[in-house]
């Protein structure tokens, strides 16, 4: 079984800030590790992923997150932040092809970015 | 681009009342999913289903709960008797297959109102 803690639950900063939202997660297997954003009454789109490979992973608008298997971790992160950040992110762990229970994402609470001018 | 479709956007049903909440999928998916977020908690996992049969369930899916694939474009969650525990957002999620990981796209969701 996987569980993700995302150690805050809120996080209020002024735009061109940095952010940084943290994800730990617990698994007895190999992950795939992915961050979900939800605007405002819309639903989940994935934001980033990482499946293999390099253990930076970058988004197409500028937010990034690092895989750390010691430290079982997959923080987001994003230099310089715009009002439009404004939103709640998820992030989700899944065992990786092959598992058991392969296919399952499980969540962590969320985290609620909000972007002040 | 292809989106996940769920309707209706929001339910308002009475307790003990049966309520069906639709998805269409992207078309060329393989793997349906519904999740479920209860305000202010996780999102949760409630079902896989491939091949036209559940291939995984949580614990909250008791038999209250089922799901359909009547046609080759919806994807029905069926809650036969509902609770007041039952409020929540319900998302549907789909997958291509096997190859890529395991990437979910995932619908606007259905709140449901139990009175």
């Known amino acids: 079984a996987q569980s993700v803690t995302q150690l805050d639950s809120q996080v209020p900063v002024f735009e061109e800030a940095p952010v940084e939202l943290r994800c730990n997660y617990s698994s007895s297997v190999s992950v795939y590790l992915f961050w979900y954003v939800q605007y405002p009454n819309q639903g989940l789109q994935l934001l980033l992923k990482y499946l293999s490979g390099s253990t930076l992973v970058e988004s197409i608008n500028g937010f990034e997150a690092e895989f750390n298997k010691s430290q079982t971790s997959f923080h987001l992160r994003k230099p310089s932040v715009h009002i439009s950040d404004t939103a709640e992110y998820f992030c989700a762990v899944s065992e990786r092809a092959g598992g058991t229970s392969y296919g399952k994402l499980t969540f962590g609470q969320g985290t609620i970015l909000t972007v002040h001018p | 681009e292809p989106e996940v479709t769920q309707t209706p956007s929001h339910q308002v049903t009475q307790m003990g009342q049966e309520v069906i909440l639709r998805c269409v999928p992207i078309s060329n998916h393989l793997y349906f999913y519904w999740y479920r977020q209860i305000l202010g908690q996780k999102v949760e996992f409630l079902v896989s289903f491939y091949n036209n049969e559940i291939s995984e369930k949580s614990e909250i899916f008791d038999d209250q709960f089922s799901v359909e694939r009547p046609d080759g474009s919806n994807f029905t969650l069926k809650i036969r008797s509902t609770k007041l525990e039952d409020s929540a957002m319900y998302f549907c999620?789909?997958?291509?297959?096997?190859?890529?990981?395991?990437?979910?796209?995932f619908g606007a969701g259905t709140r449901l109102s139990v009175l």
């Open positions: 999620a789909s997958r291509r297959g096997l190859a890529g990981g395991n990437i979910q796209y």
